[in-house]
């Protein structure tokens, strides 16, 4: 088991634009069909300064200055605390986000966080696969044999069964493996390779949010699609104590009540959405990561949502 990452900060990286979107029809963004040609692919990065302090162990005040935010995890025994995943690593708040101090991992980019236990993490990005069985004190490697890669944009483990899990590799396709990370073997070739949000719901749907062809749900493991939302989407949550409601961000946040089979919208927000997560202890409580470096809160089930510090 490899310890917790100590390295310096490496040099600092240019921050990375996003390309300018299209302007959108006025009406939900959500309703929003994208056709399969001629889209103008969002970009995986929000245009922030890099953070000077990563690593430097300072804590502030307010989401850390990165040059992206790609991943959102709570702890199961402490609603207040979080786990942010960016470009640079691991930042750590235990204050429901009001504060942030960077925790760990200076360099990876944690694209992807899923916590199927108390105390298993897995983390998945570009160029990076890790596991944590000690809640995140420290991280081993994981090697696969199947992938193509481990440029893995999305990631998602199979809530009835932890040792499936789910790999979109970035321009290649969907991957499956069901013993816990050994191995994986391809289960899609048309789905997956532009996949930025990933989730198993607990009666074994999937759902795929493709940069390309919108919000894609497979019923049978993914030997079939269909698109359910003609949008694109930065990141999906299934509520686990309740998961009807379902969360969905992009340029803004969605939230279905009926398994991701319907959806409005439920917050508009310019500069878009990032990660987003359920708190697994409190299912009425929820947050988002605004790319207008705003951290959201719902204490209504994902009805509502408030800036952080304000009121919450």
Do not use: C
Request: aromatic share 6%.
């Amino acid at each position: 088991m490899a310890a917790r990452t100590t390295k310096p900060r490496p040099p600092k990286r240019r921050a990375q634009h996003p390309q300018r979107r299209q302007a959108l029809p006025r009406r939900p963004w959500w309703l929003y069909a994208t056709a399969a040609a001629g889209i103008v692919v969002l970009a995986v990065v929000v245009a922030l300064v890099a953070n000077r302090s990563g690593g430097s162990g300072e804590t502030a005040t307010g989401l850390p200055h990165t040059s992206d935010y790609h991943s959102l995890l709570v702890s199961p025994n402490n609603p207040q605390s979080l786990l942010l995943g960016t470009h640079q690593g691991l930042y750590a708040s235990r204050d429901g986000g009001r504060t942030w101090k960077f925790d760990a991992l200076s360099g990876d980019d944690a694209m992807n966080l899923a916590r199927p236990g108390a105390t298993t993490i897995w983390l998945a990005g570009h160029q990076v696969f890790k596991k944590s069985t000690d809640a995140g004190a420290t991280w081993q490697d994981v090697q696969p044999t199947g992938l193509p890669g481990l440029d893995i944009h999305g990631f998602a483990v199979d809530p009835r069964n932890p040792r499936t899990l789910y790999a979109a590799v970035a321009g290649q396709g969907l991957y499956r493996s069901r013993d816990g990370g050994g191995s994986f073997a391809p289960v899609s070739s048309d789905v997956g390779g532009n996949v930025m949000a990933l989730a198993v719901m607990p009666d074994g749907r999937i759902l795929a949010g493709d940069m390309r062809q919108g919000l894609l749900a497979s019923p049978d493991g993914g030997r079939s699609w269909k698109q359910v939302l003609g949008a694109q989407l930065m990141g999906i949550a299934v509520n686990p104590g309740r998961p009807q409601r379902v969360l969905a961000s992009g340029s803004g946040i969605a939230l279905s009540t009926d398994g991701g089979r319907s959806w409005r919208s439920v917050l508009d927000l310019p500069d878009g959405a990032g990660p987003v997560a359920w708190a697994p202890g409190n299912a009425r409580l929820a947050y988002a990561v605004g790319f207008d470096r705003v951290l959201y809160r719902s204490s209504d089930g994902g009805e509502s949502w408030q800036p952080v510090g304000e009121g919450s």
